[in-house]
């Protein structure tokens, strides 16, 4: 534990990547210094150069990349002239990584078992007969129930926070002095997050190990780690004790992060950095105007009649799936009927109702049944039973494939939860906004659908400049900018919200979700938000609802349900998300 | 107020300009292995739309790998040679002269004459035109069977699918050339019976790699939303699936020209499609090879070598069109 000779040291590093447009720098004079036994969160947002640090730590960068300059000591050897046989040593053996996606990172087609036994073997920790005993050993430190059986699962058989404990076994197996732990939980709900944090840091703990976690979430870090480095743009712009990030943050950076990240206690414009400078440069049409296809009045009358019938109303929906398995002549052969019911509910029974101009949130953990639930709410898939009105209208009646050409269409809309995936890659942003308009809106003529594009464009903040690009030349926020513009293009009534910024960083996604709230207030629209995350559904909704294994465990007015939940599975889903102790 | 991104004093219209002033976008171009995330790139992205884009593109691409830029310019001289042939060649390739017949390899007739004294250089160049509109119409041709019926099988699934993918089989239950030898001998002994015999020996192929591509696609968010926006299914399909399958489509396309060229040639050669004295190379590699054993070897070896240049241009095509789509997979 002295300071003096740190675990790892990495002095003035610089990475660069030869690309196709020159050199480029991911990487510039970082400086990281990890004691023995100490965890050091490294802090930022995508493009902050802090998975391509930890690269390089391992030497593990792809051929275009390569250290410039700087050096990198690991328990007192070079690794930068370190040979490949030595490295390979040193890999999985003294310093190891676990990666963001689990199942990526496991071997599809062997037995998890086999594949810790594998790393095993590879360092020669323990000779050959008691390999297998030394596996599920591990696995059970790694609190996998019934390791023996577990032994033989595939990675496809287990859950995706089981997966990331084999993952951490793997990583472990061979009592490495350091661990990095590269967005470990990102993908996992919360209260996956929080056990399979809490494992890594008391495994650590107990080892005497150092670890590097890697991370966008700053209450993660805080909550995990000593010390904190915040990075941006391949520096490194902070380094500091977490108590001191989170109380007290020096650099505008980590202050503008600080802010962004949503927390109890705080509203939706405080999410937004507090410089002054920022608000009046916005764009001329945010402004409550409606442009080309637009009807002020009508909105203004929505918003008004919030007090009359209900827009949305959801009673006793359920969704069935056929159980995979046994199917066609196997289930000729079986003898004996099989115990379980042929259907999986997805969605069992639920009921709820959404107001005009009201924004209602829809919580709940992946595999709960909230997507199902939207998806069917969107006529996008057929429920099994239920009903669903909309304006009066029995909805639900009208099959999925016959309603994207009604009218109807047009008052129900939905931004996607993955910007990238939701955008065709071969259109245009101004070509994905015109879609609705050009199949749905009596709108005539280019140049004024154009005209409604460019008109939404300004409406959601995205660049007019920016409609002739190409998805793939559109940041994450601009993309999402694009996916909002497109579902507000007909003016609908209802827009389903399907986790919209799951995948932007917390900066973007805090200026994403003002931009909702802006359009809510200005449109009327109804909100469903569909998230895992309480603490952003909070900054939005009036309304949430809770459900688990397709089932409502609970609904009521937002801040009812945050500061008192009912329901144990609220409480525990609120406890699960991460929050340092000193905040 | 709404958007800091966008309201940096950094004017110029790169995506997320950034308070460093440096134009930023992930280069998922430029690395293999997933760690593109971490990447900046200069701010060249200015005017990085449009034609001059796609030029500077292609220029990359040819500098990259002077193979590709090799077939282009190879596939350049092919279309040349189909297109102007006849008005390029020093003699008709159809005009006997008795008199000087079997001459070997010369500067009056660089790739020699045949038994019937016709400039064998002329009739390469000008068989060039048939062989050429053989491959491409059978290529068209199968790209709209089996391309199309791929895709509405990849994308609808169900029957659609089941039907689609039982032909392939039977299809590709046969000996292929067998298969296109029995078609052409069944529906008679014409050029366009060799065009389609060629297709539907490819059908297959192409229907299968559109029902995979258009599969991976089917619940993709894009075409949710195109769902969303009042498409129905089969404006789905064909405006926003088929755009991007394809440029694997044509890649495709590049690599069965090759075949398709083989394929017609190797069914003249036995008598089949073209019939003499058309110019074709198959016919005349047939005519040649009798003349092999008593040492005339140019009356089949040069339409022979055509043929070789010519699917070897395309195949290198494909392969450079492939690292121009699909840059992750280049070897």
């Known amino acids: 534990m002295t300071e003096a000779v740190p675990l790892l040291d990495v002095a003035d590093l610089t990475v660069e990547f030869t690309t196709r447009r020159g050199i480029v720098r991911a990487v510039e004079h970082v400086d990281v210094r990890i004691a023995k036994g100490e965890t050091v969160g490294i802090v930022g947002e995508s493009g902050s150069g802090k998975s391509v640090t930890s690269y390089a730590v391992m030497r593990i960068l792809d051929r275009a990349g390569r250290i410039a300059a700087g050096a990198v000591h690991f328990t ?5 002239a370190a040979s490949e046989d030595q490295m390979r040593n040193l890999r999985g053996r003294e310093m190891s990584m676990i990666f963001q996606n689990p199942r990526a990172a496991l071997n599809p087609i062997r037995k998890v078992g086999r594949q810790i036994e594998d790393v095993l073997e590879q360092h020669s920790q323990v000779d050959s007969s008691a390999l297998t005993d030394k596996a599920i050993e591990i696995l059970d430190q790694v609190r996998i129930a019934r390791p023996r059986e577990r032994y033989h699962a595939y990675p496809f058989e287990l ?25 470990p939980t990102t993908g996992l709900d919360v209260t996956t997050q929080k056990t399979v944090m ?27 780690c000593d010390r904190v480095v915040v990075m941006e743009k391949g520096r490194v712009v902070e380094t500091a004790l977490s108590r001191e990030i989170f109380t007290a943050p020096s650099h505008p950076y980590t202050r503008k992060l600080m802010r962004a990240t949503p927390r109890p206690g705080t509203s939706l ?34 918003s008004n009649g919030k007090s009359g019938a209900p827009l949305l109303v959801v009673e006793k929906l359920v969704k069935e799936y056929p159980r995979k398995g ?17 259907t999986f509910r997805a969605v069992d029974g639920i009921s709820f109702t959404i107001n005009r101009g009201e924004s209602v949130g829809l919580v709940g953990e992946s595999g709960c049944g909230k997507s199902t639930t939207s998806t069917m709410v969107m006529r996008l898939i057929d429920k099994s039973d239920g009903v669903i009105m909309f304006d009066g209208e029995d909805i639900g009646a009208i099959a999925a494939k016959a309603f994207a050409k009604l009218p109807l269409r047009k008052r129900i809309q939905m931004v996607f939860q993955d910007p990238t995936d939701s955008l065709n890659p071969r259109f245009t942003a101004a070509r994905a906004i015109a879609d609705p308009i050009l199949r749905l809106a009596n709108l005539k003529g280019r140049e004024s659908v154009r005209a409604r594009c460019e008109a939404l464009a300004r409406q959601v903040g995205l660049p007019v400049e920016l409609l002739d690009r190409f998805p793939h030349q559109l940041s994450g926020g601009q993309k999402a900018r694009v996916g909002i513009a497109r579902a507000i293009a007909l003016n609908p009534e209802l827009v389903i919200l399907d986790e919209p910024t799951a995948a932007l960083d917390v900066s973007v996604q805090a200026v994403v979700l003002n931009l909702l709230q802006e359009l809510k207030d200005t449109l009327g629209m109804s909100y469903l938000f569909v998230s895992h995350d309480l603490n952003v559904v909070r900054l939005l909704c009036d309304r949430v609802i809770v459900m688990r294994a397709g089932r409502i465990v609970e609904q009521g007015p937002t801040e009812e349900i945050l500061v008192s939940p009912q329901a144990q599975y609220t409480r525990d889903l609120l406890a699960a998300i991460p929050h340092p102790m000193f905040a | 107020m709404l958007s800091p991104e966008a309201s940096q004093p950094n004017s110029s219209p790169t995506p997320n300009p950034s308070p460093q002033g440096g134009g930023e976008s992930t280069a998922s171009v430029a690395t293999s292995r997933g760690i593109s995330a ?11 739309t449009g034609f001059s884009a796609g030029l500077r593109h292609a220029r990359y691409i040819l500098s990259e790998n002077a193979v590709t830029g090799f077939a282009f310019a190879l596939f350049l001289a092919i279309v040349l040679a189909a297109l102007a042939g006849p008005y390029l060649v020093p003699y008709d390739p159809l005009a006997s002269d008795t008199a000087a017949a079997l001459k070997a390899p010369s500067a009056a007739h660089w790739f020699g004459t045949d038994q019937l004294g016709r400039d064998v250089f002329s009739r390469v160049v000008v068989a060039t035109r048939l062989d050429f509109f053989i491959a491409v119409a059978s290529v068209a041709l199968v790209f709209l069977m089996g391309g199309l019926a791929g895709v509405a099988a990849g994308f609808f699934g169900g029957w659609t699918d089941r039907v689609v993918g039982r032909i392939a089989d039977t299809i590709m239950a046969f000996p292929l050339f067998v298969l296109a030898m029995g078609i052409v001998a069944a529906l008679g002994n014409t050029v366009q019976n060799v065009v389609l015999a060629t297709a539907i020996v490819n059908f297959p192929l192409y229907a299968r790699i559109a029902r995979a591509e258009a599969n991976v696609r089917r619940e993709a968010g894009f075409v949710q939303a195109a769902r969303l926006s009042g498409n129905g299914e089969l404006r789905i399909l064909l405006a926003q699936i088929l755009p991007n399958i394809m440029p694997i489509m044509v890649v495709q396309m590049s690599l069965t020209m090759g075949y398709a060229i083989l394929n017609a040639a190797g ?24 003349f092999m054993v008593s040492g005339e070897w140019w009356i089949a070896f040069f339409p022979g070598a055509a043929l070789m240049v010519a699917v070897f241009c395309f195949n290198l095509l494909g392969d450079g069109l492939r690292d121009i789509v699909d840059p992750q997979r280049r070897t």
């Open chain 1, 198 to 224: 809490d494992l890594i840091v008391e495994l650590t703990k107990q080892r005497g190990m150092s670890t590097i976690l890697i991370t966008h979430d700053l209450g993660l870090a805080a909550t995990y």
């Open chain 1, 159 to 183: 859950s995706g926070g089981m997966c990331q404990r084999v993952v951490i076994a793997l990583a472990l197996a061979c009592r490495p002095q350091l661990l990095i732990a590269d967005e």
């Open chain 1, 326 to 342: 046994l199917g066609g002549f196997a289930k000729i052969f079986q003898r004996q009927p099989a115990p379980e019911p042929e």
């Open chain 1, 76 to 80: 007192g050897l070079d690794v930068r």
């Open chain 1, 269 to 302: 414009r405080d999410l937004l950095p507090e410089d002054e400078s920022l608000y009046e440069a916005r764009p001329p049409t945010a402004t409550p105007t409606l442009q080309g296809g637009g009807k002020p009045t009508e909105s203004a009358a929505r």
């Open chain 2, 38 to 48: 971490g990447i900046r790139i200069a701010p060249a992205l200015a005017h990085n």
């Open chain 2, 267 to 290: 069914l003249s050669f036995i008598g089949l499609g073209v019939r003499p004295p058309t110019a074709e190379w198959g016919i005349m590699v047939a005519e040649g090879s009798a």
